[in-house]
């Protein structure tokens, strides 16, 4: 007998303009199975998304939800034929308290009497490790962003669908919460309601899914039994090419390196002391469990929290750091993890957040030559393969992957001596963290320096020349880049003061074996 699907969609296209989103993609997801959906930003997988819950009208093509034919552009229709969807960006009315954003958002046949529906909230909340001493009372706004997203699949589920879609669920979670809510999902398939999951995280996906559809450029490449596939092959069919040209090569150089950085006994609030020298054309490594000093080093080297004792020298000059304009004026750029509060300015176009370090570049006589200032931008967009109809597009519309570009593009302008990178390739997708590798590797190969934090060890082993690991606040070890593998740098994690041996991994997974320890990409 033929396993029940909940949703279907047969030869579905889609064009916005001159853009073919979509060009005859079949998909369905059967009940009790976790479905996974991945590609590129750009692939797709929203707009398909979007077809299915009956935001989006599709050109060609049918949906069908257990069973039913679901009209075009109907998204009540969808919710009533069993269909919830979990948003990237939540919807929540952040000036309401919690209990009523669940009570809006459940359907009135479901909904309780309007007097009762705190202690419904509370009920409906439990099974998610969220705050009940907050609950459910709480304005939504209060919430962390980890708390939110954890909400958003709560009140989807409140709704008891055949179908759910989660949308990038655990981009703002840690490991805890994705294991509470990959608990929670695991429960839902059981209960025969299936689950679509759309995530960057490759091992995630591996870990959850039944089955994974790739989408690459709008059109399908496969549907494939999760357990017999490997990432190398999931990167493969997502970007379109060989997974070993993950990581770009080290360009060879005949020139000495040079002392670029150098920290001696540096103290701030959360680390310390730590000394270590960066070298020109070298990138070096922060790991570590969180919470560990690794990104109050940063912050301190960007010169956006003083230091509290040590010292420390750029290209030969000593520095205070009681300032970010001191740190950038000596050489020294951040590329910050919150691209959306802390790097770029969302309602700006891509123009402006590229050359708005670098004005002085493109002006003479305090006058800015706007001719030259969009040449020069438009060689970065063509040279990191920025997807953005123009130069004036705010950044607020780009894919995740894009805006993380337009940062990185600031590291071309201003030519700095050093890089601090903090998870440079959080949030983005499997090609644009190739494109994002390769920009970065450029420039350290110009003679730049790069000390990079990332939770990531395969990243850490495929990106760095060396790597030190922190742990309380100090550097504790540092792996030599003839030793540098996934399995070395989540094993000298682990191992660090006060851990043991067969602790969990910090990434909230468990501790890889050999044979899967390299050659892999997430």
């Not at 939800?65 to 679901?70: A, P, R």
């Not at 999931?234 to 920290?263: K, M, N, Y």
């Not at 395969?458 to 060396?466: H, S, V």
Request: aromatic share 4%; net charge negative; hydrophobic share 40%.
């Amino acid at each position: 007998m033929k396993e029940e699907l909940v949703l279907e969609l047969s030869g579905v296209s889609r064009q916005f303009g001159a853009v073919r989103a979509l060009t005859n993609v079949s998909f369905e997801c059967r009940a009790g199975e976790i479905h996974a959906l991945v590609g590129e930003n750009g692939s797709g997988k929203s707009t398909l998304l979007g077809i299915a819950s009956g935001f989006v009208d599709p050109d060609l093509g049918t949906v069908r939800i257990g069973g039913h034919k679901l009209r075009t552009d109907s998204p009540a229709l969808a919710r009533k034929l069993g269909l919830a969807m979990a948003y990237q960006e939540t919807s929540l009315v952040l000036a309401e308290p919690v209990k009523n954003n669940l009570f809006l958002a459940t359907p009135p046949e479901m909904r309780p009497p309007y007097w009762r529906r705190k202690k419904w909230a509370r009920r409906q909340l439990a099974e998610f490790d969220l705050d009940l001493e907050l609950f459910p009372d709480a304005p939504a706004g209060f919430l962390t962003f980890a708390d939110r997203q954890l909400f958003e699949v709560a009140k989807a589920l409140a709704t008891n669908p055949k179908v759910l879609l989660l949308d990038e669920p655990t981009t703002a979670l840690g490991p805890d919460e994705v294991e509470a809510l990959h608990r929670t999902i695991k429960q839902c398939a059981t209960q025969g309601i299936g689950v679509v999951y759309v995530s960057h995280r490759l091992p995630e996906v591996l870990e959850i899914a039944d089955r994974i559809t790739v989408l690459r450029d709008g059109e399908y490449q496969g549907t494939f039994d999760a357990h017999k596939t490997s990432e190398e092959q999931l990167v493969e069919l997502i970007v379109g090419r060989p997974f070993d040209s993950a990581f770009p090569h080290r360009a060879a150089t005949t020139t000495e390196p040079e002392d670029v950085l150098v920290v001696e006994g540096l103290q701030g609030e959360a680390f310390g002391p730590v000394s270590f020298t960066l070298l020109s054309g070298e990138v070096v490594g922060l790991a570590g469990a969180e919470g560990n000093g690794q990104a109050a080093l940063l912050d301190t080297l960007a010169g956006r929290t003083p230091p509290k004792a040590g010292r420390v020298e750029c290209v030969g000059k000593d520095l205070a750091l009681i300032s970010t304009h001191e740190a950038v004026a000596a050489g020294i750029q951040l590329l910050p993890g919150d691209r959306k509060h802390q790097a770029l300015m969302g309602v700006l176009g891509v123009r402006v957040n590229a050359t708005i370090q670098s004005l002085n570049k493109f002006s003479v006589s305090g006058i800015l030559r706007r001719r030259s200032e969009r040449k020069g931008v438009r060689s970065l967009v063509e040279q990191l393969e920025i997807r953005t109809p123009s130069l004036e597009q705010p950044v607020e519309f780009l894919s995740g992957g894009n805006a993380q570009k337009v940062s990185v593009s600031r590291t071309f302008l201003r030519e700095p001596a050093v890089i601090l990178a903090f998870e440079p390739t959080q949030g983005v997708d499997v090609g644009s963290r190739f494109d994002i590798y390769k920009a970065l590797r450029t420039r350290i190969d110009e003679g730049a320096a790069m000390l990079v934090k990332s939770s990531d060890p395969i990243e850490l082993a495929g990106l760095c020349d060396r790597v030190l690991v922190m742990s309380r606040g100090q550097i504790v070890e540092e792996i030599p880049g003839e030793e540098l593998t996934e399995l070395r740098i989540v094993e000298s994690i682990v191992r660090g003061p006060g851990m043991s041996k067969a602790a969990r991994s910090p990434l909230g997974v468990a501790m890889p074996t050999a044979s899967s320890a390299e050659g892999t990409e997430s």
